[in-house]
């Protein structure tokens, strides 16, 4: 249990560690895909308002500090979500 | 590689949210009868790795960056179903928080990174160390299965895109050589960082290499 503790533990500084080097040195993403997509003349049809488009809180776009806290704060919401999926899968096999 | 809302034809969303509904049905299943008490943090340190990864952007060719997928390396250390379940999360949390790949899509999102990115990588990888248990066999069947899963899903997406003849009227060739052509770069990428991340793995901490892998039985799953 101490040794899962520890691994979540780097994982996290490792992660955030992505995130700061993702923020401030390589935040420009143009995909592929949206480059053969805006080459062909395709455009996207949403169905559905993110609360954070592209990654970033309206009125603090380009802002390097909120980007980070954004990246660090949603790598602990996944860290989170899939360890309690992985619970409640493993609490199926208790019950069973 | 995240196919936004709009791309692909609602024909073809749908049969991609069947296809991997199939794949997410027996991950869930067998996830739910062998994931044990060390692999659950392991995978949501190496998920929550991977969605950060996702974050940073190297340039490549043309003016376009790309991304760590991650899959791969997910495959190799906990099974296919596991990355699969890894990459569900990390591609629903993207489409619902940020608008990083569409709703109508997701199943197709799913199925190229979570699927073929994932089993094609471990499938690759598996038959590499059956022939040869040597450190180069290993790094040989991380790197070549990371690229070639990497390009297959590139080849999917642009299979989708290309056979969505009302919302993508450029056909198929067009599609899937323009995908292909940039993801070649990208594999290799891919497969060097997963090389990299196996030859660490298995030079400090084998014990995680070594633990039993969520994977279908004729892939040798527990």
Same mark, same amino acid.
């Given at each position: 249990m101490a040794g899962g503790r520890r691994l979540l533990a780097f994982g996290?500084?490792?992660?955030?560690?992505f995130v700061m080097v993702g923020v401030l040195g390589f935040s420009n993403s143009v995909e592929t895909l949206d480059q053969v997509a805006e080459h062909l003349g395709a455009t996207e049809s949403p169905v559905w308002s993110p609360p954070i488009p592209d990654y970033e809180i309206h009125g603090f776009e380009g802002n390097a500090t909120a980007n980070i806290a954004i990246g660090i704060v949603f790598t602990v919401v996944v860290l989170v979500s899939t360890y309690a999926v992985g619970k409640s899968l493993r609490s199926f096999k208790s019950r069973a | 590689m995240h196919i936004p809302d709009g791309f692909l034809d609602l024909s073809i969303c749908s049969v991609m949210y069947v296809a991997t509904a199939i794949f997410w049905i027996f991950a869930f299943r067998k996830a739910s009868r062998v994931?044990?008490?060390k692999q659950i943090p392991l995978m949501?340190?190496?998920?929550?790795?991977? =969605?950060a990864a996702q974050m940073m952007n190297y340039p490549i060719i043309g003016g376009t960056t790309a991304?760590?997928?991650?899959?791969p390396i997910l495959a190799m250390t906990l099974g296919p179903y596991a990355g699969l379940i890894s990459m569900t999360i990390i591609l629903l949390i993207q489409a619902l928080l940020f608008g990083d790949g569409g709703i109508t899509t997701f199943g197709a999102n799913v199925?190229?990174?979570?699927?073929?990115?994932?089993f094609v990588p471990y499938i690759v990888y598996l038959l590499a160390t059956r022939m040869s248990r040597s450190r180069s066999g290993l790094l040989l069947g991380a790197f070549a299965g990371a690229l070639i899963g990497d390009v297959l899903a590139?080849? =999917?997406a642009g299979l989708e895109l290309g056979l969505s003849t009302l919302s993508f009227p450029y056909g198929v060739s067009i599609a899937v050589t323009a995908m292909a052509t940039h993801h070649l770069i990208i594999g290799i990428g891919e497969g060097i960082v997963t090389a990299i991340i196996i030859s660490m793995l298995q030079r400090t901490r084998q014990d995680l290499l070594q633990l039993p892998k969520l994977s279908p039985s004729w892939l040798g799953g527990t």
């Open positions: 996290l500084v490792l992660s955030i560690a | 994931l044990n008490e949501a340190t190496l998920t929550a790795m991977f =969605f991304h760590l997928l991650g899959g199925w190229n990174m979570g699927v073929i990115g994932v590139a080849v =999917f």
